[in-house]
């Protein structure tokens, strides 16, 4: 367990909840709800603390809680730590939520049926980082119930130890330490690797579980405050795209590399996108079959080059990273992603990353 | 289906397909589908539109067919006949009830369904989305839905409610629609 782990797992966010007016009706109105919410959690698991608080000022009507803020209502399926770096720019303490018991927007969260869909949301997430991480999803379709239970437990109850334990059995191998296996011998290695796995420095190129999260902006801004809101769902581009993790001789996958790698568009020729990928690609254009449907797909590649080649132009000179945040902290670019990966990751295997990114004035969305 | 090539070059790999070989398979078997199916609606691939600078230098889009038709059995309707809506979606929780649609269903009411193919960068498989509406537009319920299953379907749904068909968000539209999971799609 590192201590990264650890701080990751207590961190947690101060809410200042405040029911709806629309749904007040008492008066005087009913205080908000101050809640310490973990950053690993989501918000559908406060409820059994929240309702008790707004209960008796309810009007009649079957529940169906989800939370705003500043008039955005929010993805119950993205943990509450993500959620608060991503639309809190400049973090606001407490964070000021709104919730809602009735009119739930259908059109755009997906529904919620209390704990078991967070549940299952968790759960089909963990299949896919296993899948990703180790090719298929086995060891998490044939857990035990008890295990299952007990997984899922740990991370209601914030349970560190627990969940280290259960998930243990997952043998979700994480990468190798890149930076820990430079600095200390090489006998370290397999420390470094973790007790659970025994794949003492043996490294393969592995698909990592990352979900992005981007928002763009075309004005400068130096001060956090100055960021512009994000109001609509539709300004955050969600990116679930693995990252492919090659292991280059002597040279270190930085956090920067995984980023850039995920953003072609943005950063067209950035060091990551080594020449190994550049060839298979180059491969694969090669490889069009000249048959009757090529015409229709060059037309397809060559609009798409032609948009890439103008977007590169463009991007390439100003597009510019202006926050990368992960659990609440920004850190520097040039860290090794493997650290940031074996210490930041969410329970379910994944990386969150929010991303904003400036980008010259009409590209944005 | 048509594309007996593509299905068979999928078995002697190991099931999983690139991004490229994706886009070109949902070719050909939209070309196929137009061949042997022309009077249904068709298979469309829409290039990836999330937005401009995300799409990839990979070949970014899906298959895309909507508007099916599917004439819902009234036989099966009044089996189900003395319908309360024992399954309360939060989604319509809040909507007016549309007694019309009510009404329609001891007819042959025609359900209207739109398919969407997506490639799944993790699971490296293409992934079916799909929803469902009345002619008037308003979407079907998922008990509404579970009727227009084939049987077989609609007993792995009552097994497995959670990892079958699952509410999810679209990766290109952002809204959630009904997406049929990668371990069942055989």
């Known amino acids: 367990m590192t201590e990264a782990k650890k701080y990751v797992w207590d961190g947690a966010i101060p809410l200042q909840i405040h029911l709806h007016e629309s749904e007040v009706t008492t008066l005087p109105p009913p205080p908000p709800a101050l809640i310490l919410a973990p950053r690993i959690g989501y918000l559908p698991l406060l409820v059994s603390y929240i309702k008790p608080h707004f209960s008796s000022t309810l009007p009649p009507g079957v529940d169906t809680i989800w939370f705003e803020y500043k008039g955005l209502p929010l993805k119950w399926y993205i943990p509450t730590g993500v959620l608060f770096d991503l639309l809190c720019a400049e973090p606001e303490r407490p964070w000021n939520l709104t919730v809602h018991f009735r009119g739930y927007p259908s059109n755009i969260l997906l529904p919620c049926e209390g704990e078991d869909s967070v549940k299952w949301s968790f759960i089909n997430s963990l299949k896919e980082a296993a899948y990703l991480i180790n090719g298929n999803c086995k060891n998490v379709m044939n ?39 430079k600095v200390n011998s090489s006998s370290m290695k397999s420390r470094q690797t973790t007790g659970e796995t025994d794949v003492a420095g043996q490294v393969k190129a592995g698909r990592i579980p990352v979900r992005l999260y981007v928002w763009t902006v075309s ?24 990252v492919e993790f090659h292991k280059a001789e002597g040279k270190c996958f930085s956090l920067n590399d995984a980023v850039k790698g995920l953003l072609p568009e943005f950063f067209p020729r950035s060091s990551v996108i080594n020449e190994e990928s550049l060839r298979a690609e180059s491969q694969d254009q090669q490889e069009i079959p000249s048959e009757d449907k090529s ?6 590649n060559g609009k798409e080059n032609s948009c890439d080649h103008v977007a590169s132009c463009d991007l390439s000179e100003s597009a510019e ?5 992960i659990q609440g902290i920004e850190p ?25 990114v400036k980008v010259p004035r009409g590209s944005t969305l | 289906m048509a594309t007996k090539e593509a299905i068979e070059d999928l078995f002697s790999w190991d099931g999983t397909l690139s991004s490229s070989d994706f886009y070109l398979a949902a070719c050909a078997f939209a070309k196929k589908w137009k061949i042997y199916n022309p009077t249904v609606p068709q298979w469309l691939w829409l290039p990836c539109s999330k937005n401009d600078w995300v799409s990839s230098h990979m070949v970014d889009g899906y298959l895309s067919m909507e508007n099916m038709f599917f004439l ?25 009830f549309d007694h019309a649609t009510l009404v329609q269903n001891d007819f042959h009411e025609v359900h209207h369904y739109d398919f969407h193919i997506v490639y799944s ?24 839905i579970e009727k227009d299953l084939p049987a077989q379907s609609a007993k792995i749904l009552l097994e497995s409610k959670w990892t079958f068909i699952t509410q999810e968000e679209h990766p290109y539209l952002n809204r959630p629609w009904y997406k049929l999971h990668p371990c069942g799609t055989k």
């Not at chain 1, 015409?295 to 397809?300: G, I, L």
């Not at chain 1, 650290?339 to 904003?356: A, D, Q, S």
């Not at chain 2, 006949?81 to 909507?95: F, Q, V, Y």
């Not at chain 2, 009345?134 to 979407?139: L, S």
Request: hydrophobic share 30%; proline share 6%; net charge negative.
């Open chain 2, 121 to 144: 960068a993790s699971y490296r498989v293409p992934v079916l989305y799909f929803r469902a509406y009345h002619n008037d537009g308003q979407p079907l319920m998922f008990h509404e």
């Open chain 2, 72 to 96: 819902s059995s009234s036989e099966e309707e009044h089996v189900e006949g003395s319908k309360t809506r024992k399954e309360p979606e939060s989604s319509e929780k809040e909507e007016p």
């Open chain 1, 321 to 325: 990273i202006k926050l990368v945040r």
């Open chain 1, 332 to 356: 520097k670019l040039e860290i090794p992603f493997t650290w940031v990966v074996n210490n930041l990751m969410n329970p379910e295997y994944f990386l969150h990353i929010c991303l904003c």
């Open chain 1, 295 to 300: 015409s229709n797909r060059s037309a397809e």
């Open chain 1, 219 to 242: 004005e400068d801004f130096d001060d956090l405050d100055d960021a512009p809101q994000i109001d609509n769902w539709d300004k955050v581009s969600y990116i679930n795209r693995p």
């Open chain 1, 143 to 181: 857990m035990s119930q008890p295990d299952q239970v007990e997984l899922w437990r740990s991370i209601v109850n914030g349970n560190l130890e627990a969940y280290l334990q259960v998930s243990s059995k997952l043998k979700l191998e994480t990468i190798e330490d890149e930076y820990t296996a």
